[in-house]
């Protein structure tokens, strides 16, 4: 009896131990299970990420055009686009946002490319004259030189070298005197014909540039204004006076900054209005610094330039 008793416990125990060896796999074959499901789980999160910034440059590719290369092409080509419409309008929502001001690159380019200044010295040629041309040199800008007839023969040697420096010709007139000046369209006009000869004389070169003494306003009439038209002239006056014949100091530069920046806001082109003097000569450094620092580019207004009037 105690031996078939002693049997069925070793037979239950050979049978719990199966028991427990079956249990050991199936905790073994889960524990598999799980291992190998693991990396597959890692792997869809990896494939996951690696999806999501594709299915964003499919998005790009979608917008722009198809490849790569001529997409990045179209995206450059945009931005010439946008610089030739920028100028043309006076005021561009791009131009209130400082910001892609200051961080695109390509913004300093639209600046450089289309701010044109002129740079207008009236009532010469005076003795000053060779030391402007000296600083214009420096900095390789022109300008423009509305000049009287008696000075133009006392200077005929540096008016005959200033056409080839890239500079202007304009005509101011003989007297300077506004009652003489402004008698009569005729004399108006004797005037501007009588500097018109002399230049000619001087130069070989014939101009359609002419300023009026003290402006046209108030003194140009409709009538004197039809005259010179007829003759073939185009009034210029300016839009920003230096007042160069009044300060004698630092005031010069900044009365003709401040006009420049009020200006620059309005999208004007800015035309310098500055006399041979020698305040001028000392401050003129001063005023193109600025001007270059500014990415303006100086210019000299020809036959098609439209001019700038007093109204
Ligand atoms: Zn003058």
Not at 140 to 163: C, G, I, Y
Not at 200 to 228: C, F, N
Request: one cysteine or more; a negative charge.
């Amino acid at each position: 009896m105690l031996e078939l008793l002693l049997e069925k416990r070793r037979k239950r125990l050979r049978r719990y131990k199966w028991f427990r060896r079956g249990q050991s796999l199936v905790f073994l074959l889960v524990f598999l299970l799980m291992f190998l499901s693991s990396p597959k789980l890692i792997d869809t999160e990896i494939m996951g990420s690696i999806e999501t910034p594709e299915g964003v440059s499919a998005e790009i590719g979608e917008v722009l055009p198809q490849d790569k290369l001529p997409s990045g092409q179209a995206g450059s080509g945009k931005e010439p686009e946008a610089q030739a419409v920028e100028p043309q309008e006076p005021s561009s929502a791009a131009d209130d946002c400082e910001f892609p001001e200051k961080f695109a690159p390509e913004n300093d380019g639209i600046e450089r490319e289309v701010k044109i200044a002129y740079l207008t010295f009236d009532d010469g040629p005076t003795h000053y004259l060779t030391d402007i041309l000296q600083i214009l040199a420096e900095s390789e800008v022109p300008a423009t030189f509305f000049m009287l007839e008696p000075s133009m023969s006392a200077h005929a040697d540096v008016l005959s070298r200033m056409a080839e420096e890239g500079h202007a010709f304009g005509l101011h007139g003989v007297t300077h005197k506004r009652k003489q000046f402004y008698a009569s369209q005729e004399s108006v006009l004797g005037e501007m014909n009588t500097a018109q000869a002399k230049l000619q004389e001087i130069t070989g070169i014939k101009t359609v540039l002419i300023r009026t003494p003290y402006g046209s306003k108030p003194y140009m009439t409709p009538a004197y204004r039809e005259a010179v038209g007829a003759a073939g002239y185009k009034l210029w006056d300016w839009n920003v006076d230096s007042k160069d014949w009044f300060y004698r100091d630092e005031r010069l530069v900044s009365h003709t900054l401040k006009q420049i920046e009020v200006l620059e806001k309005k999208k004007v082109t800015p035309v310098i209005l500055l006399h041979e003097r020698k305040e001028t000569v000392q401050f003129l450094p001063q005023i193109l610094a600025y001007l270059q620092s500014k990415n303006y580019v100086l210019k000299v207004p020809d036959a098609e330039t439209e001019p700038v009037q007093f109204k």
